[in-house]
């Protein structure tokens, strides 16, 4: 059974940067072989892709992030990270993990059947 474990979430100040983490475990198939995304929800809203990396290691970056956030793996692509610069107070969610072998459109939460529990981000002005 696959478990994601995030950390690094935080209270900021705007203007500030995090790093979160994702620890992956329980593959049952090769780790390099799945996407790995970084998702976020905050009250009241859906759950949105952020960013994320598909199996051949290309990244995809939400409109609302790029330049400024930036997705990457350790070499045996079971940790994923999540560079958050510049952060602004609409930033503020709760940020999730997500991975899975088949996905596609790799910022969309349906193509994910793995999920952590969570970080939580804050930022304030």
């Known amino acids: 059974q696959v478990q994601l474990v995030e950390s690094g979430g935080g209270s900021v100040q705007a203007g500030q940067s995090l790093r979160l983490s994702c620890v992956g475990s329980g593959f049952t198939y090769s780790s390099a072989s799945m996407a790995w995304a970084w998702f976020r929800q905050s009250p009241g809203k859906d759950r949105e892709g952020v960013a994320a990396v598909d199996s051949d290691g290309t990244s995809f970056y939400a409109d609302s992030v790029k330049g400024r956030f930036t997705i990457s793996q350790n070499n045996a692509k079971t940790t994923l990270y999540l560079q958050m610069n510049s952060l602004k107070p609409e930033d503020t969610a709760m940020y999730y993990c997500?991975?899975?072998?088949?996905?596609?459109?790799?910022?969309?939460?349906?193509?994910?059947?793995?999920w952590g529990y969570g970080t939580q981000v804050t930022v304030s002005s």
């Open positions: 997500a991975a899975d072998r088949d996905a596609v459109s790799v910022l969309s939460r349906y193509e994910y059947n793995n």
